[in-house]
């Protein structure tokens, strides 16, 4: 008899948790880890398998959070960026999870019937139906973010849920401690829920790791986050039964900043973007920083002078939701509505969008375009002489599917250390390590598995980002899409485990026909599927 209860918990589907960690990296993490610090994500390392992770091209947290979701490339999603250049408005429009046209993870597992939950990813906004919970990722307003929208009252009742830490970006004790009551806030949910609720798959970002990151590299500040997050990690891993398989990754890399190559001073400095001659606030603070004022010390000033509050007696709700959208958006240096305003789309070549170059004409492969591509590779660190960009890549040789028209024509990728930015700063083109950001993003990240199913084993051979949702479907036992693109990591299994022995199912893609504009979005053919129609259509006597 106990024999048989094993043996049926034996049989049971497999859970997966993946804890999302936004912009880890092992650079940083390993010489804690190595040290001492850091004891949970110690322990799944030690007793699991883990690798580096290689993140979409861009690697950029838009698109490579749905990348992993997706288990496609950027070819297939429609979406390089936060933002794209609309030719036609003129404008460039921020992305949001609506711009994605592929089915996710989560999709598939509803579909089959499990539950799942969904915490903070980024890309997530506005939130879509899942049979479960989704709870929309950063670059969401406090409106309507959750699925189902009741869920919304809970979280902020009861988990005092805050959609919003991207302003946090200062040494302030008491922004970082208010940082981890909303780090704190996601985990709580997370293990409520994880206990409560019979959930199949959860998915939960921590975001605030690529901020603090950007900021402050590997001060002593990230290092507490980090110690913070693993005993959150700790608390909510310990939690689970032996039913549960665990993925820990980022959506890309990261490394101490060398330099920032500001693309557009650049492409206008030799003629291929032409500007406007208008000035707006993004020049007063490009005035500023050139005589040492920075937007962070703007931030901090006002901060000390109370401003904010000010501000909130004093300005309508909207405004202040205006205002503190800004903020990030300041941040992040897309100064979208500026730069839209500031290019004279006539007469530029190129519309950047670092480090993302949209050609103005039908120009690709002409000879300027050429001779573009051989300059942006020339660039060199002024001081060190070190070349600052790796490779300059035509959309055709690195996507494929059905959105490569939408592409910008041509995607920079900086070598390590490097950067480029959008911001329009009129005369500087370059600048060194710590004058704006102290990290930022490579195409590195991490991987690491953990579980029942797991085989112990450390490899630095790169795992696609494509890869994970494969995995992650194969060993819940769903049939994985032909149209992924990545494959199942079978080496990641303990021989003899469920995985392991299971071959791996496929199936057609398929639409979900929720509503017209989905039906239109998401239904993507396979060979299998248009040779299926089109016997159908044979047998009809439609077609030949
Ligand atoms: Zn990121």
């Known amino acids: 008899m106990r024999a048989r209860i094993s043996d049926s918990e034996e049989k049971m589907r497999r859970k997966v948790l993946v804890i999302g960690l936004d912009g880890a990296s092992w650079e940083l993490l390993s010489p804690w880890i190595k040290r001492g610090e850091l004891p949970n994500l110690r322990r799944l390392i030690e007793k699991g398998f883990s690798g580096d992770l290689r993140s979409s091209t861009p690697a950029l947290t838009f698109p490579a959070w749905k990348c992993y979701s997706t288990g496609k490339q950027p070819g297939k999603l429609g979406v390089y960026s936060s933002a794209a250049v609309d030719f036609e408005t003129r404008k460039i429009e921020p992305n949001n999870s609506a711009s994605f046209s592929a089915k996710e993870i989560w999709d598939y597992l509803s579909e089959e019937g499990l539950k799942v939950c969904i915490i903070n990813m980024p890309t997530t906004y506005p939130p879509k139906k899942v049979n479960g919970f989704l709870v929309s990722g950063p670059f969401s307003i406090e409106r309507e973010y959750t699925f189902p929208e009741n869920l919304k009252k809970e979280l902020r009742d009861k988990y005092n849920y805050k959609i919003i830490p991207e302003y946090y970006m200062t040494r302030d004790k008491k922004d970082l401690d208010d940082a981890k009551k909303v780090i704190s806030s996601r985990f709580r949910f997370a293990r409520d829920v994880i206990t409560e609720k019979h959930i199949d798959f959860m998915h939960i970002t921590i975001f605030f790791t690529d901020t603090i990151q950007h900021f402050l590299w590997d001060s002593i500040e990230v290092k507490d986050i980090w110690n913070y997050i693993d005993e959150e990690i700790g608390i909510l891993t310990s939690e689970l039964d032996k039913t549960w398989d665990i993925i820990v990754m980022s959506d890309h890399g990261f490394t101490k900043i060398k330099g920032r190559l500001y693309l557009n001073t ?7 973007l032409k500007l406007q001659s208008k000035f707006d606030i993004g020049d007063l603070l490009t005035i500023l920083d050139r005589i040492g004022i920075r937007f962070d010390m703007i931030y901090n000033i006002s901060k000390q002078l109370k401003l904010f509050s000010v501000l909130k007696r004093v300005l309508p709700e909207e405004k202040q939701r205006k205002l503190l959208r800004m903020i990030p958006g300041k941040m992040w240096g897309r100064k979208l509505e500026g730069m839209e305003r500031k290019i004279d789309w006539n007469r530029s070549k190129v519309i950047p969008l670092a480090p993302l170059i949209y050609l103005n004409s039908n120009e690709d492969g002409s000879p300027e375009i050429d001779m573009l591509i051989k300059k942006l590779k020339e660039i060199e660190n002024p001081e060190t002489g070190e070349e600052i960009i790796e490779s300059v890549c035509h959309r055709e040789d690195i996507y494929w599917g059905k959105y490569v028209e939408k592409a910008p024509n041509l995607i920079v990728v900086p070598n390590p250390g490097y950067e480029t930015s959008d911001i329009l700063k009129r005369n500087v083109e370059f600048s060194f390590e710590g004058s704006e950001w102290k990290g930022t993003h490579t195409q590195t990240g991490i991987f690491i598995a953990y579980g029942p199913d797991i085989r112990k084993e450390k490899r630095i051979k790169e795992i696609e980002i494509y890869d994970l949702a494969p995995t992650i479907l194969h060993i819940m036992d769903v049939a994985i899409p032909r149209d992924m693109d990545g494959k199942v990591l ?30 239109a979005i998401r239904f993507e053919w396979t060979e299998e599927d248009r040779e299926k129609v089109k016997d159908r259509l044979r047998k009809l006597g439609y077609i030949n």
């Open 266 to 272: 650049w492409l206008e400095r030799r003629g291929y």
């Open 490 to 519: 079978r080496e990641i299994f303990e021989e003899g485990s469920d995985p392991d022995k299971r071959r791996v199912r496929h199936r057609c893609a398929r639409a979900r026909f929720r509503d017209e504009k989905e039906k």
